[in-house]
């Protein structure tokens, strides 16, 4: 299941928070390049959300789910 969440930019990113992955630049640098953080706010965010109960969660088909990885794509692309 993959959750959007809008960072402090305004900029969607999707997390994973079942295998513990978001998409933000933070997550890749800090988290898996040098190791010296276990999670990004934004997992840090649904995982507190989760937590208290305000946590909207959304079910959407693989068709929904390939659009909407298509679109970040799109968008990532269009900002570089």
Known sequence: MSLRVRGS???LYTCY???HF???P???FSVLRKSDSLLCKHLLAI???RALGTCQELTVS???MTSLLL???IFS???R
């Open 77 to 79: 692309i269009s900002e």
């Open 62 to 64: 693989d068709k929904q």
């Open 22 to 24: 978001c998409s933000c």
């Open 17 to 19: 928070a079942s295998c």
């Open 9 to 11: 930019s305004g900029k």
């Open 26 to 28: 933070a997550f890749a």
């Open 47 to 49: 995982y507190l959300s």
């Open 71 to 73: 679109m970040e794509e």
